[in-house]
């Protein structure tokens, strides 16, 4: 029971919006297909029927639309006379009964601006982008070989022309090929003597000493950088009203569960 009641209050925040109106997108026999149904079939699934491709929505409304032609023919064979069907319908009403009940009430539980600041003002290092760096570098086997590279750079007048050419030669790093390249990353991603290195780094700017690790010597030279900032509080305001809204709503559930047993008769076998 915990665990359906944990499930419905991370849900509810998606499936709330499927009490709105409901758009028809086509008809069998009458009874309409419309954009709840699709919902439906594709919860869990973690797809968005409005982003998918025409071949693929025609498909789901395809399976929506055979799916429908056979619970008509199943409802006229009169399998609601059987015994079997009469006792799942009537779990499938309670499990109904207490999804739309919760949330009607999730829907009840407001973020108010003043909890949404205070929130961000305590949580601020969870909004927080990190460092990112943007680089280049040549991995040698030696020191000596190491400083050698660093000083043909100095007198390179196109510093990363030259860089990239040296790295293509000399290199023995997998991104050899690529000039030395190696993306953006996070400055943590990297062997720390790398990233405390590079991080010091200014954009154009190249180790002037060779950078030593564990797979050898580097010279790194510095593409661009992206300083580690706090995301202003207009830009995660709707994340947090929507884990204050869920975080209050879980407690409401956990009062009401805990008044409901002192007052229930429980008998375990």
């Given at each position: 029971m915990r665990k359906t009641i944990?499930?419905?209050?991370?849900?509810?925040?998606?499936?709330a919006s499927?009490?709105?109106?409901?758009?028809t997108l086509a008809s069998v026999n009458g009874e309409e297909i419309t954009t709840q149904d699709v919902a439906q079939l594709l919860r869990g699934q973690n797809?968005?029927?409005?982003?998918?491709p025409k071949e693929s929505k025609d498909k789901?409304?395809?399976?929506?639309?055979?799916?429908?032609?056979?619970?008509?023919?199943?409802?006229?064979?009169?399998?609601?006379?059987?015994?079997?069907?009469?006792?799942?319908?009537?779990?499938?009403?309670?499990?109904l009964a207490l999804e739309l009940w919760m949330q009607k009430e999730f829907v009840k539980v407001k973020a108010s601006e003043s909890e949404q600041k205070s929130f961000y003002e305590k949580n601020k290092d969870k909004f927080k982008t990190p460092d990112t760096l943007e680089a280049r570098h040549i991995l040698l086997k030696t020191e000596a070989e190491a400083k050698d590279i660093i000083s043909k750079i100095d007198i390179?007048?196109?510093?990363?022309g030259s860089f990239e050419e040296l790295a293509k030669k000399f290199s023995i790093g997998?991104?050899?090929?690529?000039?030395?390249?190696?993306?953006?990353?996070q400055a943590k991603q990297m062997v720390p003597e790398f990233s405390a290195a590079a991080i010091k780094l200014k954009k154009g700017e190249y180790t002037k000493?060779?950078?030593?690790?564990?797979?050898?010597y580097h010279v790194i030279y510095l593409e661009n950088k992206e300083v580690a900032q706090t995301l202003p509080f207009e830009k995660v305001k709707a994340k947090i009203a929507q884990l204050i809204v869920q975080e209050k709503y879980g407690k409401i559930i956990k009062e009401e569960v805990e008044k409901l047993k002192k007052d229930a008769k429980i008998v375990i076998k």
């Open positions: 944990l499930s419905v209050v991370t849900a509810l925040a998606l499936t499927t009490l709105s109106a409901a758009e797809v968005q029927f409005e982003a998918l789901v409304i395809q399976q929506l639309i055979e799916k429908r032609l056979l619970t008509q023919k199943a409802q006229k064979s009169g399998i609601d006379k059987d015994a079997k069907y009469k006792e799942a319908l009537g779990k499938i009403k309670e499990d390179a007048k196109n510093k990363k997998p991104t050899k090929e690529k000039g030395g390249y190696l993306g953006k990353f000493t060779p950078v030593k690790t564990q797979f050898g």
